[in-house]
């Protein structure tokens, strides 16, 4: 099987990195990109490591998550299936820790520049954001694109971004390497790109 360079072992090392950091008390985002399933019933073996692994995790969609379906729909699968520990960010906040979880999975022109789907994209967005800032609580935002790589801006989604005043953005879906084409600051906007292989597979603390 040919594995990316750097992934060798990758559920091992993540697994070791994760159990040694993350108590059942702590909150995990994953960014997108969870399980390879085409279908939401073929993902119940990636969503039962993910439960037992410690914490309370938090999954955007990620352009490979096929299987993402409505959050209806996800939220009763977790629910059947006993994946307690795990909630799906959908045109909402999350409340954790003292903090507003935000975030979408995003669009960017290296996917095509569809206009259709970034606008939705857009307004998922702004639906989370809204949600976040009804709190009154710091907000924190992921997403799964990037919504600046190598100079080139998603502007529908900076907008936003700008829109409810946000500084900072943790994303994934770049690896290997185009780590080096990763933007990490855009007009005042701090990018931080935590992919898992950008990250050694090991959790980070973002207070």
């Known amino acids: ?22 108590t059942p008390e702590d909150t995990v985002v994953l960014p997108g990109d969870f399980s390879w ?23 955007l969609k990620g352009n490979h998550d096929l299987w993402w379906n409505t959050k209806k729909k996800l939220t009763d699968f977790l629910d059947q299936n006993g994946f307690r520990s795990v909630s799906v960010l ?14 979408t999975r ?22 989370s954001l809204a949600a976040a800032e009804k709190t009154g609580l710091p ?6 694109y990037p919504p600046v790589y190598g ?11 700008k829109q409810y005043g946000i500084t900072e953005v943790w994303h994934g879906h770049i690896h290997g390497a ?6 990490s600051e855009y007009d005042g906007v701090k990018l931080h790109l935590i992919s898992c292989d950008c990250m050694d597979f090991t959790p980070i603390l973002i207070a």
């Open 37 to 59: 399933a085409l279908k939401l019933e073929d993902t119940k073996e990636d969503f039962a490591f993910l439960e037992s692994l410690p914490g309370k995790k938090i999954l």
């Open 139 to 144: 907000i924190r935002l992921f997403l799964h």
């Open 90 to 103: 959908f045109n909402d906040c999350i409340v954790r820790e003292g903090l507003a979880i935000a975030g």
């Open 106 to 127: 995003g669009w960017f022109y290296d996917a095509g520049a569809d206009r259709k789907i970034i606008a939705r994209e857009a307004g998922r967005l702004s639906l």
């Open 178 to 183: 185009g780590f080096h084409n990763a933007t």
């Open 151 to 161: 100079g080139t801006v998603c502007t529908e989604i900076f907008e936003v971004i």
């Open 1 to 22: 099987m040919y594995v990316f360079k750097g992934w060798e072992n990758h559920i091992e090392r993540l697994s070791a990195h994760w159990k040694r950091l993350i």
